[in-house]
């Protein structure tokens, strides 16, 4: 996976990679091998499963919305759809949580662009 990913983000891109503290995760070659590229390790907190709720909530939704009983013809057609409803989640789809109103107008209630 790192091979991958390394091949396609340049040295020094200050990126930061989040995971949970799991052993593959601790090993010191796979530390040091983010290290030299120029990326931070985040880790979640041991036993704190609160610290990924937000994006675990996400993956959910996108999985029971958009995923699950879908055949794609091509990763092309994967990928775009796949952008269409991330737009369509940030800025269209309403939560009660959020006062009903999507992430994007939720947001703008506390962060108004100024003048």
Known sequence: MLDKAFAKIPDDTNLILHSDQGWQYQMT?????LKDKGIRQSMS???NCLDNACAENFFSILKSEFFYNREFKSINQFRQELDEYINYYNNSRIKLRLNGKSPIQYRMDFYPKTA
């Not at 070659?29 to 091998?33: A, D, E, P």
């Open 29 to 33: 070659r796979y530390q040091n091998r």
């Open 45 to 47: 907190r041991k036993g």
